[in-house]
């Protein structure tokens, strides 16, 4: 079974701190995904990794910013958190192909900013 | 740009009966089209995804979806609902025609609550 854990449930984190959130794969993905999840609008794709050191934007990558040093570990970065940032941040990992394979998940990390 | 919409927040249906959690895309050529369900406090599950070919797609927990593609829909329907079944789903598209990186687009999911 394809697995990705993130490194924390529950998070919380002051204003103004620089937070890190760590995803791991264990099935050789290429790609690797951070969502943001938020109560009426759904999955929004922060960036995302095609390849280790590889990064494109997501549709809100304003306030974050992602390291892929290793195939199999992905980190979102928050440089100084702010109380909008306060969501859950879902993890995800495929192989690439022609698009129609499915992305696998994490358990999801809920982060407070106080 | 490819998109999805989910217009219902909430599906209620007794246990037993056959149940419906609508979707609608737009792109500008071919999809494909997924769906995930959310169990409480867990991340996001595969159910079943439309590729090409037969219209009704099987997928788990007997789940099924139709595609309709002068109806830009792909409904995830059940025969018969049961109440392990409560959790959150949502749909997903891909537009064929779009670049690398397997990037999805999320509707903003409907909460199906199933009651005895």
Known sequence: DVKVTQSSRYLVKRTGEKVFLECVQDMDHENMFWYRQDPGLGLRLIYFSYDVKMKEKGDIPEGYSVSREKKERFSLILESASTNQTSMYLCASSTPGLGFLEQYFGPGTRLTVT | ?116
């Open chain 2, 1 to 116: 740009a490819q998109s999805v919409a989910q217009p219902e927040d909430q599906v209620n249906v007794a246990e037993g009966n056959p149940l419906t959690v609508k979707c609608t895309y737009s792109v500008s050529g071919n999809p494909y089209l997924f769906w995930y369900v959310q169990y409480p406090n867990r991340g996001l599950q595969f159910l079943l995804k439309y590729i090409t070919g037969d219209n009704l797609v099987k997928g788990s927990y007997g789940f099924e979806a139709e595609f309709n593609k002068s109806q830009t829909s792909f409904h995830l329907k059940k025969p018969s609902a049961l109440v392990s079944d409560s959790a959150l789903y949502f749909c997903a598209v891909r537009d064929r025609s779009s670049g690398g990186g397997n990037k999805l687009t999320f509707g903003t999911g409907t909460q199906l609550k199933v009651e005895l």
